[in-house]
């Protein structure tokens, strides 16, 4: 019968993913500093309760909060409590049990991957198990390397190589964790006359190992891919295989397409790699599994190197790294792992990714692709990738992304049709940067504004004609006309869209232009946008006229008035003006006034008029 408390762990553990993945535990409100745990303790959902407002925040879109985890990753996630669990047993128990998972595992995947007589070894950071290799290598050929240490390496140094379409970083981490120069790392090119750009050039690696060795150096192990990081290419591993043999070093591969090993038909170029001396494996990308730990195979003879490597470890909780892979690997059997794989693998180039048709596209074109794409079109997994000879490139790849996201054939439909639609008007408007930058050069009311990370025609600014302001008065003039001109252009009838720019460009008071289409008159939109920009001009200066003139006016009407008032007193009195003695007199002999009427239009000033009374 099963362990109740292994029954009770697992009913837990599928009751929490489902509380947390349904986000529907009431809102719980989340203070900006630590708090103290409580006296009595809390119950289970409510401390789910608190792991999802950290996880979920204030987000209530569905399609920001967490990824989907199907039965296989519960799995993955129930062996991380198992292990928690399996720890406390007594000693001899957990040994054979440890034993017994590390074994089963190893077995499992080598058989799997068609890695006959291997070894493996379990680790979560991905060039962990390099960093292994690496020391077990050094061992094997510096015998004293143990007890010397880097003084065995200082009359010989030893050199590691790896292809330029590596993972960026991955030599220069080696010699940090491995305490070796940078000296000691050499960068193979890819080919740069014949074959693919992304494979290692051969020859020149050929040559730079009998420079090494005739040097006084050791070559002593080769990093290659099968299926580049960038674009998935592998290198020609049968050969490199020849000249690690023929030099005495280590071959060790990684890559993408190492997981096609596990189907029927494999390519000749990936079979290869089952004849070298060690791999990485990530299965957790390739199955959908998440936090189990990626996977070094290796082949070595003695244990005692591969103990002092780290390779091997005598201490049971560290073989427990294996249980969730031991445990979903069970879950899915040989055939859902296969047919996971082969799902992933079997979405074949559609015409516009091949090289034939495909453009080379800015870095700006490929980064608004890549967005769009990956917004619109989330399952497909797409990203943007910098390779080192084609630049900035929109990368599909179903073997790391489809077995997590869930990649259907209808996601692919999509990403193709979705591609159709889009590199068209990206070829367009490309096309049409430089026109539209000519264009605006021509006219001298307007500025081009040069933003290479805005993926539109470009932007310009309409500059006023007006050369008698300073400087502030001429700022506030431009900033006020652009504003007005973005909001006009915004009310245009067309497809064109308009923007103030992008969020962190250096120009400001600028219009910017997004994608066209081919039937675009670049011409007659430059044509539009100087023909409003000069209305809005003379607009606000007729305004400024009208004010102008209104002050003028007022001015002009209060020394009038003064005037007025001056020769009402010259011609009445001052006796008048009194109070009490005015309105006696007024009384006895009333004053025969003519009434002034005064008024001024915006255009010619003031027009002072009498009229009798």
């Known amino acids: 019968m099963m362990d109740p408390t292994l029954a009770e762990m697992g009913n837990h553990l599928s009751d929490a993913m489902k509380i947390l993945e349904s986000g529907k535990l009431a809102s719980l409100i989340l203070f900006p500093f630590s708090i103290f745990f409580s006296d009595s303790g809390q119950d289970v959902v409510s401390i789910l309760q608190l792991v999802q407002n950290l996880m979920h925040g204030d987000d209530d879109k569905q399609g920001q909060r967490m990824q989907y985890v199907a039965e296989?990753?519960?799995?993955?996630?129930?062996?991380?409590?198992?292990?928690?669990?399996?720890?406390?047993?007594?000693?001899?128990?957990?040994r054979k049990l440890t034993t017994r998972i590390l074994s089963d595992t190893t077995l499992w995947l080598c058989r799997l991957f068609r890695y006959e007589n291997g070894s493996a070894y379990y680790h979560e950071d991905d060039c962990e198990g390099l960093v292994k290799v690496c020391r077990l290598v050094i061992n094997t050929h510096y015998e004293d390397y143990a007890t010397e240490g880097f003084t065995m390496l200082s009359s010989k140094h030893p050199v590691i190589y790896q292809s330029a379409a590596c993972r960026p970083g991955l030599g220069q981490h080696l010699c940090s964790q491995l305490g070796l120069p940078l000296s000691c790392l050499c960068i193979v090119p890819c080919n740069t006359m014949f074959g693919s750009l992304h494979q290692m050039d051969v020859a020149l690696l050929d040559k730079l190992?009998?420079?090494?060795?005739?040097?006084?150096?050791?070559?002593?192990?080769?990093?290659?891919?099968?299926?580049?990081?960038?674009?998935?290419?592998?290198?020609?591993?049968?050969?490199?295989?020849?000249?690690?043999?023929?030099?005495?070093?280590?071959?060790?591969?990684?890559?993408?397409?190492?997981?096609?090993?596990?189907?029927?038909?494999?390519?000749?170029?990936?079979?290869?790699?089952?004849?070298?001396?060690?791999?990485?494996?990530?299965?957790?990308?390739?199955?959908?599994?998440?936090?189990?730990?990626?996977?070094?195979?290796?082949?070595?003879e003695d244990p005692a190197l591969s103990l002092a490597a780290g390779l091997t470890s005598s201490q049971p909780v560290e073989k427990l790294?294996?249980?969730?892979?031991?445990?979903?690997?069970?879950?899915?059997?040989?055939?859902?792992?296969?047919?996971?794989?082969?799902?992933?693998?079997?979405?074949?180039?559609?015409?516009?990714?091949?090289?034939?048709s495909a453009r080379k596209f800015s870095f700006l074109g490929c980064m608004c692709l890549g967005e769009q794409?990956?917004?619109?079109?989330?399952?497909?997994?797409?990203?943007?990738?910098?390779?080192?000879?084609?630049?900035?490139?929109?990368?599909?790849?179903?073997?790391?992304t489809?077995?997590?996201?869930?990649?259907?054939?209808?996601?692919?439909?999509?990403?193709?049709?979705?591609?159709?639609?889009?590199?068209?008007?990206?070829?367009?408007?490309?096309?049409?940067?430089?026109?539209?930058?000519?264009?605006?050069?021509?006219?001298?009311?307007?500025?081009?504004?040069?933003?290479l990370s805005w993926p539109g025609l470009g932007g310009v600014r309409y500059e006023?004609?007006?050369?008698?302001?300073?400087?502030?008065?001429?700022?506030?003039?431009?900033?006020?006309?652009?504003?007005?001109?973005?909001?006009?252009?915004?009310?245009?009838?067309?497809?064109?869209?308009?923007?103030?720019?992008?969020?962190?460009?250096?120009?400001?008071?600028?219009?910017?232009?997004g994608m066209a289409t081919e039937d675009l008159d670049v011409a007659e939109l430059v044509e539009t946008i100087v023909s409003i920009g000069k209305d809005i001009e003379e607009s606000g200066k007729l305004f400024e006229n009208m004010t102008e003139v209104v002050r003028r006016g007022i001015q002009e009407a209060e020394l009038q008035l003064q005037k007025a008032n001056e020769e009402k007193l010259m011609e009445e009195g001052v006796f008048r003006q009194i109070p009490?003695?005015?309105?006696?007199l007024n009384w006895l002999s009333p004053v025969q006034a003519s009434v002034k009427g005064r008024t001024f239009n915006l255009a010619e000033g003031i027009d002072v008029f009498y009229r009798g009374s």
């Open 72 to 94: 296989q990753g519960h799995m993955a996630l129930l062996g991380h409590s198992l292990a928690a669990y399996i720890s406390v047993l007594e000693r001899e128990r957990l």
């Open 321 to 356: 790294r294996a249980l969730p892979l031991w445990l979903s690997l069970q879950y899915l059997g040989h055939d859902g792992i296969v047919q996971r794989i082969k799902h992933a693998s079997q979405p074949r180039p559609h015409p516009l990714f091949s090289q034939d």
């Open 209 to 300: 190992i009998r420079d090494d060795r005739e040097s006084g150096k050791v070559p002593l192990l080769l990093i290659a891919n099968a299926g580049t990081p960038g674009a998935g290419h592998t290198d020609k591993l049968s050969r490199l295989k020849e000249l690690c043999v023929q030099y005495n070093m280590w071959l060790h591969v990684e890559g993408v397409n190492l997981a096609t090993l596990a189907l029927g038909q494999v390519s000749s170029a990936v079979t290869a790699a089952t004849k070298c001396d060690s791999m990485t494996l990530t299965p957790g990308p390739w199955l959908g599994l998440p936090a189990v730990p990626a996977v070094t195979l290796y082949r070595h």
């Open 402 to 451: 489809a077995a997590a996201l869930g990649t259907q054939e209808n996601d692919v439909a999509a990403l193709v049709e979705k591609l159709g639609e889009m590199i068209p008007v990206l070829s367009c408007t490309l096309r049409f940067r430089q026109d539209f930058k000519d264009e605006v050069l021509q006219q001298a009311s307007l500025s081009y504004i040069e933003d």
């Open 373 to 400: 794409l990956a917004q619109q079109v989330p399952l497909s997994g797409v990203d943007v990738v910098e390779l080192e000879d084609e630049g900035t490139c929109v990368r599909f790849s179903p073997l790391m």
């Open 464 to 513: 006023p004609r007006t050369t008698d302001l300073d400087e502030d008065k001429r700022q506030h003039s431009v900033e006020k006309i652009n504003s007005d001109l973005l909001k006009k252009l915004m009310e245009l009838d067309t497809d064109l869209y308009f923007s103030g720019g992008p969020e962190f460009c250096e120009e400001k008071n600028g219009i910017f232009i």
């Open 580 to 584: 009490l003695v005015g309105s006696v």
